[in-house]
């Protein structure tokens, strides 16, 4: 059986690599989410998932993040938790229960805790420094650019599917503030028999069209993963200039159940894929005329975006 694995943005090509050796190996898809997601988790250097990630208006570092088994449709989120090492692997526990599978704020810490979960202070002298230094400056409230969400995708040996995501969410956020990601439908989705995807951008606009689900439904109807995935971003985004008069950043990547990606957005997006057939490779998704442009970037280091 084949297996293949996408993830969002320049910082998780680490990640990735890692999640593709395990799939390679034979390994289970959650593991392969788990692992590739907390490479980045752990990484001070990137600023919107877990250590080193920005601070709410508080300056407290509070994160999202969630876990889907495509197998079963179980779930499992937190949201606005604080002072852990790992959302992913808080959320992925919660997903073997049938109830009490979305936990906020001081519910989630608790669980964590009692449960074992590792703790830890996710704010560096780094994130302080940039809280301290934007807090008198103006406050419109924008998704921090180039650093987002890291979102996993995967199809395992075994044809299971998963997905996973964590975030800091928006940078001097209002304290409690929760965006898409670990909201199942908007911010991820996986059903093994059609195929996973997930959101990263700002989350008020991706709820406003429930985007990762919507993109597995253009699939459900026939669209190849490439058009479900742009005419999901596309048509929200369209949706969201007639009523609003803007949409703001949004991207979304995608499997179906074979292994092919699809991906789309409103900005410029770097992603990351690897399959049984092609190593891990960046690449660069641009949108244009509500299509979605995507070349291979083949020095890393010259992309601009994180
Ligand atoms: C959120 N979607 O909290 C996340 C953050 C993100 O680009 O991905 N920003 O809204």
């Not at 937190?78 to 009490?100: C, Q, T, W």
């Not at 921090?144 to 998963?162: E, I, K, N, P, R």
Request: glycine share 12%; proline share 2%.
């Amino acid at each position: 059986m084949t297996w293949a694995v996408i993830s969002t943005w320049k910082m998780s090509w680490k990640g990735c690599t890692l999640a593709a050796d395990l799939l390679r190996q034979g390994l289970r898809g959650s593991e392969a989410v788990i692992r590739g997601i907390q490479d980045v988790e752990d990484n001070p250097e990137f600023r919107s998932v877990g250590y080193g990630g920005l601070p709410d208006e508080e300056g407290r570092v509070l994160l999202d993040g969630a876990f889907m088994n495509g197998d079963s449709l179980h779930f499992g989120a937190v949201a606005a938790m604080e002072g852990f090492r790992s959302p992913i692997a808080v959320a992925h526990s919660l997903a073997k229960y049938d109830f009490n599978n979305f936990l906020a704020g001081k519910g989630a810490e608790k669980y964590a805790a009692e449960n074992g979960f590792e703790r830890r202070n996710n704010l560096t002298e780094e994130s302080r420094a940039i809280y301290e230094k934007k807090r008198g400056e103006s406050q419109s409230l924008s998704a921090y650019d180039g650093h987002d969400t890291v979102c996993f995708a995967v199809l395992d040996q075994m044809g299971s599917m998963y997905t996973g995501v964590s975030t800091s969410g928006l940078f001097l956020k209002k304290c409690g503030r929760v965006g898409d990601s670990p909201v199942a439908g908007s911010g991820f989705y996986a059903d093994s028999r059609l195929g996973a995807a997930c959101a990263t951008g700002v989350g008020e606009e991706i709820m406003k069209g429930v985007l990762s689900y919507n993109a597995l439904r253009n699939l459900k109807a026939g669209m190849s993963p490439q058009e479900a995935a742009e005419t999901a971003v596309s048509e929200l985004s369209e949706t969201l200039i007639q009523r609003n008069g803007k949409a703001r950043s949004m991207s979304l990547i995608l499997l179906d159940n074979r292994g092919n990606f699809g991906v789309g957005t409103n900005i410029r997006f770097p992603f990351v894929y690897a399959a049984e057939t092609s190593s891990s490779t960046l690449y660069l998704a641009e949108a244009e005329n509500g299509r979605c442009r995507i070349t291979p970037v083949e020095d890393k280091d010259s992309l601009d975006i994180d």
